[in-house]
């Protein structure tokens, strides 16, 4: 998973499982808490998720500057692609 249009079908996949949102919703300019009412318990949830699935561990801190489903794909694009320190 090293490229954005895996994270986002990752990312597509977790909100349909996670919170039964229809695919149509989900598109990179989707704001996350207004557009897919994604609330801080569901980011929560979705930090995990992606957690599990990429092996990385998200920081929440991180997690609270994004708002849209792109920015989502981005920060977790930077996280996979940077080597640990």
């Known amino acids: 998973m090293q490229t ?9 996949q977790a909100l349909i499982e996670l919170f039964e949102l229809d695919a ?5 300019s989707a704001n996350l808490y ?3 009412e994604i609330d801080s318990i569901d980011a929560v949830d979705l930090i ?3 957690k599990q699935k990429t ?3 998200i920081a929440a801190e991180e997690f609270k500057t994004v708002r ?5 794909v981005e920060a977790v694009y ?4 940077t080597p640990d320190a």
């Open 4 to 12: 954005r249009e895996d994270i986002f079908a990752l990312l597509s």
């Open 24 to 28: 149509e919703q989900i598109t990179l």
């Open 34 to 36: 207004e557009d897919l």
């Open 48 to 50: 995990d998720y992606l």
């Open 55 to 57: 092996g990385k561990k």
């Open 68 to 72: 849209t489903v792109g920015d989502v």
């Open 78 to 81: 930077q996280m996979v692609t």
